[in-house]
């Protein structure tokens, strides 16, 4: 992956094996997206955050700046190491990417209307990359309470 770096940010909490199948992941990711898109240059940080991460999938991604998404997983949640086998990994990069794109150009958006526009694009690229419909991971429970 010459356009993109990927760093572990603390890496002495993640198992080297599971370090080496996150990279993988990310790399197989970025061949995808290749196909759909021209990947932008991007640093791809990997850390470990317990308790900072979507809990049915134990990883969150965050796009920082165009050139910059954070991947944070939760060693303590036994959902990332099945998640790293069915695809979960490479639909949350796929998803991250059109970010930092939308960043690199008219940003992600200041009103609730260009949001929609931004997840929107990255919820397409993320499908393409899967091959089938959207699949949203999020539960009504995460959007409204009671």
Sequence with gaps: MPDWTVQCLGA?????A????????????RQVIAQLVA?????????VFPGHVIPEIGMVGKACH???????????????AR???DGTL????????????????PGYGRTFG?????EGLAGR?????????????FKKEHFFSG
């Design 114 to 118: 260009e949001a929609l526009v931004s």
């Design 83 to 85: 998640c790293l086998l």
């Design 90 to 105: 490479r639909r949350q990069v796929a998803h991250e990417v059109p970010h930092c794109l939308r960043m690199a150009g």
């Design 125 to 137: 690229l993320r499908a393409r990359s899967r091959k089938s419909f959207l699949v949203l991971f």
């Design 12 to 16: 002495e909490q993640l198992e080297r």
């Design 66 to 80: 165009k050139g910059m998404f954070v991947l944070s997983l939760d060693a303590g949640n036994p959902n990332p």
């Design 39 to 47: 990947p932008p240059v991007l640093d791809v940080k990997v850390q």
């Design 18 to 29: 599971l370090r080496d199948i996150v990279e993988a992941k990310i790399a197989a990711a």
